[in-house]
């Protein structure tokens, strides 16, 4: 199994087992801020797994540091002030938030260290719906498979 995969497949299924999401997928760039509007069921939980840097530390492995973002959309609603008969829904969507963070801090895997939270950003005024990115943190082993060839 890949690093990769084995991310995706750990974290989209702590994701799954919260059951709050329509939809859950890896972030392959299927939206922008123009099209945003394409996704369809709320609420959304896309997992992109940003750049890995390695470090070679022996002859058949690398070591890195990874950011995990998970991309969060909602319905959009209107006015939630305290009166307001979609103060519940708002509720909801900042409970998920938090069981976004308290369901994937400490995931850890056989290629992935123990994830820890380094950020959070509401992204709603660039989507134009509510959205965050929360952002995650993590360490890599990874095994290369390779001919190493040792010149004397």
């Given at each position: 199994?890949?690093?990769?995969?084995?991310?995706?497949?750990?974290?989209?299924?702590k994701l799954k087992d919260m059951n709050f999401f329509e939809i859950i997928d890896i972030y392959k760039g299927q939206f922008s801020e123009e099209d945003a509007n394409s996704i369809s069921s709320y609420p959304a939980?896309?997992?992109?797994?940003?750049?890995?840097?390695?470090?070679?530390?022996t002859v058949d492995f690398v070591e890195g540091?990874?950011?995990i973002d998970i991309y969060v959309f909602f319905r959009q609603f209107e006015n939630t002030d305290i009166l307001d008969k979609n103060k519940p829904s708002?509720?909801?969507?900042?409970?998920?938030?938090?069981?976004?963070v308290d369901e994937l801090h400490g995931t850890s895997g056989k290629f992935f260290s123990e994830?820890?939270?380094v950020?959070?950003?509401?992204?709603?005024?660039?989507y134009g719906?509510?959205?965050f990115r929360m952002s995650f943190s993590t360490g890599i082993v990874k095994r290369i498979e390779a001919n190493n060839y040792i010149i004397l």
């Open positions: 199994m890949s690093v990769r995969i084995e991310i995706f497949e750990s974290l989209s299924s939980a896309y997992v992109s797994i940003s750049n890995i840097e390695y470090e070679e530390t540091n990874a950011t708002t509720l909801e969507m900042l409970r998920i938030m938090d069981g976004i994830l820890s939270q950020a959070e950003e509401d992204l709603s005024f660039r719906k509510p959205a």
